[in-house]
């Protein structure tokens, strides 16, 4: 339904933790076994007390994280995968911007339940977006000109910037103005770490 970045639980200690407790493990089962795996190595994680417990694996980028998280990456994302299908990863250095950066699903009406297909989400094409706005889409079909959605989770808007209570405010703004009748959206994504 949505995401936000940074966590608002990362620290320095968190992060030497997860690299101790999941990440090396992995890697080293991976080298005894004599296993390369080249790609995405996606760890669920939930955090208790500080401390991290892995809640699963994906072999993909995870959903909405990704939208949220790689409109702040500073290098070009297809160099950074040729660069891993080529062995040449290590050598590349990634650079990231210091925004914080919300991502609000618009879903269909009835999801995660039963929910209508092929509506038509009108005036898609006229929104206006800055910068440092995004709308990714997820279960949409363009026929013609005309785009309809065919999932749950429809659209997923982004925005970054150094407010993280600007950035909720104007993806939710965007959504209005789309005014997509058989849609909706959770309004509290980043409630959490929003000072009122």
């Not at 639980?9 to 296993?35: G, M, R, V, W």
């Not at 939930?46 to 991290?52: A, L, T």
Request: glycine share 6%.
């Amino acid at each position: 339904m949505g995401a936000y970045s940074p966590s608002r639980l990362f620290s320095k200690q968190l992060e030497k933790k997860i690299i101790q407790k999941i990440i090396k493990p992995t890697l080293k089962a991976l080298k005894d076994k004599n296993k390369k795996f080249k790609g995405f190595l996606y760890a669920g994680l939930m955090i208790n007390n500080n401390e991290p417990y892995l809640i699963e694996y994906n072999v993909r980028m995870g959903d909405p994280e990704c939208q949220t998280i790689l409109p702040n990456l500073k290098n070009d994302f297809l160099d950074l995968l040729i660069a891993c299908c080529n062995n040449k990863l290590s050598k590349k250095k990634i650079n990231w911007s210091k925004k914080k950066s919300i991502c609000i699903v618009l879903c269909s009406k009835g999801y995660p339940d039963k929910f209508k297909k092929n509506i038509e989400i009108k005036n898609l094409d006229k929104i206006k977006k800055k910068k440092n706005e995004f709308i990714f889409h997820a279960g949409t079909l363009k026929k013609d000109d005309n785009y309809f959605s065919t999932g749950g989770r429809v659209l997923n808007f982004v925005s970054t910037s150094l407010n993280l209570s600007q950035s909720r405010n104007q993806v939710l703004k965007i959504i209005k103005n789309l005014n997509w009748e058989n849609g909706f959206c959770r309004k509290d994504i980043g409630y959490k770490v929003i000072k009122k």
